[in-house]
């Protein structure tokens, strides 16, 4: 009985997320004939509806991509920061983005700068930064 | 060895760096698509508010059109016509009979332009020092003297009727052709584009694609330089009509205003003029014999041919479709607008006989409001009420029967300024960037010439004073969207509670998403994301359920008298731009007041024609409550303006509705 209920609450709960799903989607898809554009290196360069919504349903389904938690985006921070001087030089910054894990593009990099650098000092004071990143997002 | 263990601690080191610049990468990745989904959902919102009005414009047309015929059956039924709120200059306008050719002395009058005006004086035959007199006049925000306006007016509707209905233009490689899209009152936008692209000139030749007015503050600017430019160039400047250059669009979307209030003596006369102006306005530009220029776009049954040979000044607003002339019975007519228009047997007395037929007006309406779309075939517009929406099938088959490769249009608002579709054969231009709202899009413009693929480029205009951050930009812009978002839930708020009530059994007040959203979508009519925008317009409680009237809780429409019914209140919020319209038709005079006996039968109609429910007893005692009738008259513009939305949360008290 509880096994019925949890699927059928599942059930739902798949449903739903389609629907969510199908609406995002349909705000990107302009053209309305179910392919959405997509920004990196595909062969057609487009994605379809039908390919994607079970992948999406899926992440929604299992909670992946949650939004990383502030106290560990901070402890990044401090790790690029050995010197524990609480901030990282604009020079820094651009050289870790755009040499290390998966580099910025230049467009992503200037976007970054745009709200991090504290311009007086030239340089990101990154537990304010985060701070206030944080508390737009909420 | 020393080496050692330090090698391995600088690979660790270097390891954790890594990581940490994965992660902060990975959170910024994520933030910024966050931003850019926020950033189109507040598009999406804007948009489809814009044409659901686009939509209620063409209810309002089809409402004109429903008086007219009222006001026949009356002239044969009533012999006290002295009591019919529908007065023959009345008829005569939304007809458009045609005014006599008149003469400059008729357009300028006794106009003098005192000494005491400081503002560009232009000296007619016009010449390029002139444009550049204009623009530099504009920059400084100087308006132009009416008597040079309806110089320059009278000039161009005169050469304008030399022109045939699509212009036909060639380029070089050493003459490349700039198309710019929707201007629509941005000056700002066509400063920018001068200057990056040049001034027009014989080697410089524009085709501007139509909607050069409305919503922007200096619609009346652009005219002027457009047309000067034309005046000064007329085989390299191209004009086409957009579906805003219409005297019906002006009256809801703000050109009118903006003329009678810069030019409060003149005013009416300039408008009477435009309206004039816009019927003679070519219906496209073809290019190298290789490129159609429309605004709009086309349908399966787009006849060029026919097109090329219609009088296209015969009707004035392309929104009203031409009263069927000697129809024998009443029959229903479902036409391509989707919305159904009774046709009736009208005794006709001459004029109307020069109406267009009905066909040659669905291939006007389909050129300046289709929009293209994925989907094969060729079907209503239902978003915005007129035209349709055709597929690439469509265009392949249009583009081949008449020998061209290319259509260029306008009309949407694109975030890029510009979009390519059905195979590339389909490009959209929209020239007017931060059309909706401060970060909203990019506008941009083309190059073309023979031979070359076309030369894209983007611009966004950005006050210096606002060079905000990235998130800062976006989160302002969804703030505006949802706004005017929740404005639209309050004008509708009676039928969305009864709907949440109806399928709120247990009267708990809670709904759950789903039901929610389809209420949502149902009432209002717009195709939005409602879950994704759920937490942004309700409280949602921590089972996931959403408590429906917290949407009503920070905002609600202003009461113009304490005792008045809510229902009528809200009636009459709701439906302001459609009242204001009406009320400043029948004023025919233009003088701001209508007798309260007109007020009383326009209030009539209205209400049996939008089956509105309010007992016509409630609207009296509001208008004697508001005091408005001391003379027997009423100042509608008064009455509308007590009419307003206030946000609980908000430093200003007036609502801040864009198309008003």
Known sequence: MADDRSREGTETAVAEFHKKIKEAFEVFDHE???????EEEEPTGYIRF??????????????????????????????????????????????????????????????????????ESNSIHFKDYITMMVIDEN | MGCGTSCSEKDKQSETALKAALIIQNWYRGRRAQLKTRQRYALTIFQSIEYADEQSQLQLSNFFSFMLENYTRVLE????????????????????????????????GLIDVPDSYCGPRLQFPLTFTDIDLLIEAFKQQQILHAYYVLEVLFETKKLLQQKPNFTHTKTSPSKEITICGDLHGKLDDLFLIFSKNGLPSVSNPYVFNGDFVDRGKNSMEILMILFVSFLVYPNDLHLNRGNHEDFMMNKRYGFTKEVLNKYKLHGKK???????????????TIIDNEILVVHGGISDSTDLNLLHRIERNKWKSVLMPPIPIDGDRATEKENKVGTTITARGIRTNGSLSEQLTKHEWEQVVDI??????????????TSRGGGCYFGPDVTSRILNKYQLKMLIRSHECKPEGYEICHDGKVITLFSASNYYEEGSNRGA????????????????????????????????????????????MISQKTDLIRVFQLQDCSKSGKLSVGQW??????????????RSLSSRLVTIDKDGNIDYMSSFQDIHIQKPVKEAQYTLIETVYRYRSDLQIIFNVIDSDHSGLISMEEFRSM??????????????????????????????????????????????????????????
């Not at chain 1, 502030?70 to 921070?77: G, K, M, Q, S, V």
């Not at chain 1, 901030?87 to 820094?92: A, C, I």
């Not at chain 2, 012999?79 to 007065?87: E, G, L, N, P």
């Not at chain 2, 959203?517 to 409602?530: D, I, K, R, T």
């Open chain 1, 32 to 38: 309305s004939n179910n392919t959405v554009d997509v």
């Open chain 1, 50 to 119: 039908e390919k994607f919504l079970p992948v999406m349903t899926e992440v929604l389904l299992e909670r992946r991509y949650r939004p990383i938690p502030e106290d560990i985006l901070l402890r990044a921070f401090e790790v690029l920061d050995p010197a524990k001087r609480g901030f990282l030089s604009k020079e820094e910054l651009i050289k870790y983005m755009t040499e290390e894990g998966e580099p910025f593009s230049q467009e992503e990099m200037e976007e970054m700068l745009s709200a991090a650098v504290d311009p």
């Open chain 2, 77 to 108: 039924e009533d012999s006290d016509q002295s009591k019919c709120a529908i007065k023959p200059e009345l008829v005569t306008h939304l007809l458009g009979s045609n005014i006599q050719d008149k003469d400059r002395q008729d357009y300028l």
């Open chain 2, 270 to 284: 300039i408008l009477q003029i435009l309206e004039d102006i816009y019927t003679w306005l070519p219906i496209g």
């Open chain 2, 368 to 381: 300046l409001w289709s929009d293209p779309r994925g989907k094969r075939g060729c079907y209503p517009n």
């Open chain 2, 445 to 488: 413009y083309i190059r073309v010439s023979s031979g070359t693929p076309p030369r894209f480029f983007q611009y966004q205009m950005t006050r210096a004073t606002c060079l905000r951050p990235h998130y800062q930009r976006v989160n302002a812009l969804e703030s505006s969207a949802i706004r005017m978002l929740k404005e639209r």
């Open chain 2, 517 to 530: 959203a389809f209420s949502m979508e149902n009432v209002l009519g717009l195709n939005l994301p409602w």
């Open chain 2, 603 to 660: 209030w009539k109609l209205f209400t049996s024609y939008y089956s509105v429910c309010i007992d016509d007893s409630q609207i009296d005692e509001l208008a004697e409550r508001m005091d408005l009738n001391k003379d027997g008259s009423i100042d509608f513009n008064e009455f509308l303006k007590a009419f307003y939305v206030v946000h609980k949360f908000d430093k200003l008290n007036k609502s801040d509705t864009k198309f008003a």
